[in-house]
């Protein structure tokens, strides 16, 4: 439920929200890490927060650099809306700290909502 209230503030901060465009990709880029952790965290339970913070912070990093990469197959999945939001089109520096910060919110807000669960 929560990874669907994420998904949700997410698409709103990246697509809708009335901030300036570098702004929502901001926003949007840490909404998508504290998403991917959730849902993380729901298919594999017994991972430790700090370990599935980690996990998601590297691989959001890793398909940041494969922007780099343009083979023609891939290309056609970034065409899709599904492949444009999970894969990005362009890569940025600048995209590497937002996914930093929602590695931290991310394992702070899943830490406490673990701990509530005890």
Same mark, same amino acid.
């Given at each position: 439920m929560i990874s669907v209230l994420i998904g @949700?503030?997410?698409y709103w901060l990246r697509f809708l929200a009335p901030l300036s465009p570098d702004w929502r990709d901001h926003a949007g880029g840490v909404a998508y890490v504290v998403f991917w952790i959730f849902v993380l965290a729901f298919v594999a339970p017994g991972?430790?927060?700090w370990r599935n913070a980690l996990a998601v912070f590297l691989t959001t990093c890793s398909l940041e650099l @494969?922007?780099?990469w343009h083979p023609a197959w891939l290309e056609a999945i970034?065409?899709?809306f599904i492949g444009r939001?999970?894969?990005g089109t362009t890569f940025g520096w600048d995209?590497?700290?937002p996914y930093l910060v929602?590695?931290?919110l991310g394992w702070v807000l899943l830490s406490a909502v673990l701990d509530r669960d005890r």
């Open positions: @949700a503030a997410g991972i430790a927060p @494969a922007q780099l970034r065409r899709t939001c999970v894969l995209d590497f700290p929602g590695a931290v």
